[in-house]
């Protein structure tokens, strides 16, 4: 299945003419001081209220391009990525991808992505949540090659602390992490997120679902 949507002639995703209006504010936005402050923020230079408003302005702007959702973290080769994401919608695709052919160049300090990156060092990574951190280190899979696809079932000690929505929301978030957001709907299958894997089951780490996923046929 094709990431993109449909093209125009000129080879551009085809969007409505309020999309392209969208997208324009969006990248004046970012330019007229929304890359100068998430730049301060994610140094550190910040406080609480800060971070709130530029959060509000930030989901303002993207709010104004549809359901698409929006993500950050560290750039393959820049210091900060910023990502606009259908989350799997095809419909949504056209536009994340025209917001990201109108982005600016990246720089030392930002690149841009319609789609979850894969984190570089995913080892490091782990996520809050109410009771406490769940560590992308400590999670396991058991993993099911079937042709080009592998079906998983993911678990982390702390899964049985969450209920069945944040465990499948933390799971998409690993497995984007350790794949890329594109990976992940390309070759990925079934996914079950369970508070633990069955016994005798033939788990490994997650960091290892890279070299299975690469060596399904």
């Known amino acids: 299945m094709g990431f993109f949507g449909q093209e125009d002639k000129a080879g551009e995703p085809a969007i409505g003419a309020d999309d392209g209006a969208a997208i324009t504010a969006f990248w004046s936005w970012w330019a007229a001081?929304?890359?100068?402050?998430?730049?301060?923020l994610f140094a550190g230079r910040g406080d609480p209220d800060r971070f709130d408003a530029f959060g509000e302005?930030?989901?303002a702007n993207v709010k104004a391009l549809g359901d698409l959702a929006v993500a950050t973290g560290p750039g393959l080769r820049a210091?900060?990525?910023?990502?606009?994401?259908a989350g799997g919608n095809p419909?949504?695709?056209?536009?994340?991808a025209a917001w990201l052919a109108a982005a600016p160049a990246p720089d030392e300090e930002f690149e841009y992505a319609d789609h979850r990156q894969a984190h570089p060092s995913p080892e490091s990574l782990s996520?809050?949540?109410?009771?406490g951190e769940l560590d992308l280190a400590s999670t396991?899979?058991?993993?099911?090659p079937e042709g080009p696809l592998v079906h998983v079932e993911v678990s982390h000690p702390k899964f049985a602390e969450l209920d069945e929505g944040?465990?499948?929301?933390?799971t998409f978030l690993f497995l984007d992490a350790m794949l890329g957001e594109r990976a992940v709907e390309e070759r990925i299958g079934e996914v079950k997120s369970v508070p633990n894997h069955a016994v005798g089951a033939s788990a490994v780490?997650?960091?290892e679902l890279p070299r299975i996923v690469a060596a399904a046929s």
């Open 33 to 40: 001081g929304g890359k100068a402050e998430a730049s301060e």
């Open 57 to 59: 302005a930030l989901g």
């Open 79 to 85: 210091k900060h990525c910023l990502v606009l994401t």
């Open 91 to 96: 419909d949504l695709r056209p536009v994340a």
């Open 127 to 131: 996520l809050r949540f109410e009771g």
């Open 140 to 144: 396991t899979v058991l993993a099911e």
């Open 166 to 170: 944040d465990r499948v929301q933390v």
């Open 205 to 207: 780490p997650l960091l």
